[in-house]
């Protein structure tokens, strides 16, 4: 069967190297979908992770290979450091003949709305966050993030879908969703005084798709609690998309593509 073909895919927080990603579900997601351009929004290898316990296997591996496969295939390829990974930009630069490297990169769609693209690290220190609620957030992921990836694990196998435990448990805690809202807010502020139409980033691990203030607000979510990605139909239409709840979100095959136009 001919795979659903998009304009552009945007993924970000995929983690590799870090033993809770969830990159079983996004090998399969990434099998199941064409894009003309794939726009990689941060925090695709945790470096930090990886520093303080070596982590990799087979499935990281070939998340890196169907990347590679898919740029070599023709796909456009742009990738944007985040905070998790921006250790390894000096080596991502050295590969610039495989694909594009961007602090921030700016993307027109189909219908020719500009959206700034960046991970969303540079709002660190501007969203208000006292220092013992940082350090208990980091406790707390650590936790449901934990107790997700092992609920997972035993939901897979019974044949059970991706359940998001992890984004549902830090939704129920004010100061997270406190935190979450002004950091929408800021970011949908700061694309709208530079004069885009919207912005597309990531890190906060927190899928949406909405305008504030007029503003088109775009967070791709991630591959650690969300399981989530952003498309760009060929008609220029932006859509969330959530594993395995994806089939019925994607074009169709016969999907007109528009050429590139960012």
């Known amino acids: 069967m001919a795979k659903p073909k998009v304009r552009t895919l945007f993924l970000s927080?995929?983690?590799?190297?870090?033993?809770?990603?969830?990159?079983?579900?996004l090998n399969e997601f990434l099998h199941g979908i064409e894009a003309e351009n794939i726009v990689l929004v941060g925090d695709?290898?945790?470096?930090?992770?990886?520093?303080?316990?070596?982590?990799?296997?087979?499935?990281?591996?070939?998340?890196?290979?169907?990347?590679?496969?898919?740029?070599?295939?023709?796909?456009?390829?742009?990738?944007?450091?985040?905070?998790?990974?921006a250790s390894l930009a000096v080596l991502a630069g050295m590969l610039q003949g495989q694909f594009e490297v961007h602090r921030e990169w700016v993307h027109r769609t189909a219908r020719g709305e500009r959206l700034l693209v960046l991970h969303g690290d540079q709002f660190d220190g501007v969203v208000p966050c006292s220092r013992w609620l940082a350090r208990l957030g980091d406790a707390l992921h650590d936790v449901t993030v934990?107790?997700?990836?092992?609920?997972?694990?035993?939901?897979?196998?019974?044949?059970?879908?991706?359940?998001?435990?992890?984004?549902?448990?830090?939704?129920?805690?004010?100061?997270?969703?406190?935190?979450?809202?002004?950091?929408?807010?800021?970011a949908a502020g700061h694309a709208r005084a530079q004069g885009y139409d919207g912005v597309v980033c990531g890190?906060?691990?927190?899928?949406?798709?909405?305008?504030?203030?007029?503003?088109?607000?775009?967070?791709?979510?991630?591959?650690?609690?969300?399981?989530?990605?952003?498309?760009?139909t060929g008609r220029g239409?932006?859509?969330l998309l959530r594993w395995p709840n994806v089939t019925q979100s994607?074009?169709?095959p016969a999907d007109s593509l528009i050429a590139d136009a960012a």
């Not at 879908?161 to 807010?185: C, D, H, N």
């Not at 899928?207 to 760009?232: F, K, M, P, Q």
Request: aromatic share 8%.
């Open 146 to 186: 934990g107790l997700s990836h092992r609920v997972n694990n035993v939901r897979r196998m019974f044949g059970k879908p991706y359940w998001a435990l992890a984004e549902s448990m830090k939704l129920s805690i004010g100061a997270s969703v406190r935190y979450i809202s002004q950091f929408e807010q800021l």
């Open 13 to 25: 927080d995929i983690h590799l190297g870090f033993r809770h990603a969830r990159v079983r579900e």
């Open 203 to 232: 890190h906060i691990h927190r899928a949406n798709l909405c305008r504030i203030e007029g503003t088109l607000y775009a967070n791709t979510g991630d591959w650690v609690e969300s399981c989530s990605a952003l498309i760009e």
């Open 44 to 85: 695709i290898v945790d470096a930090l992770s990886l520093a303080r316990r070596a982590f990799w296997t087979a499935q990281h591996t070939q998340v890196v290979r169907t990347l590679l496969a898919c740029q070599r295939a023709g796909t456009r390829l742009v990738y944007i450091p985040g905070n998790h990974d």
């Open 250 to 252: 994607l074009p169709q």
């Open 237 to 239: 239409e932006l859509k």
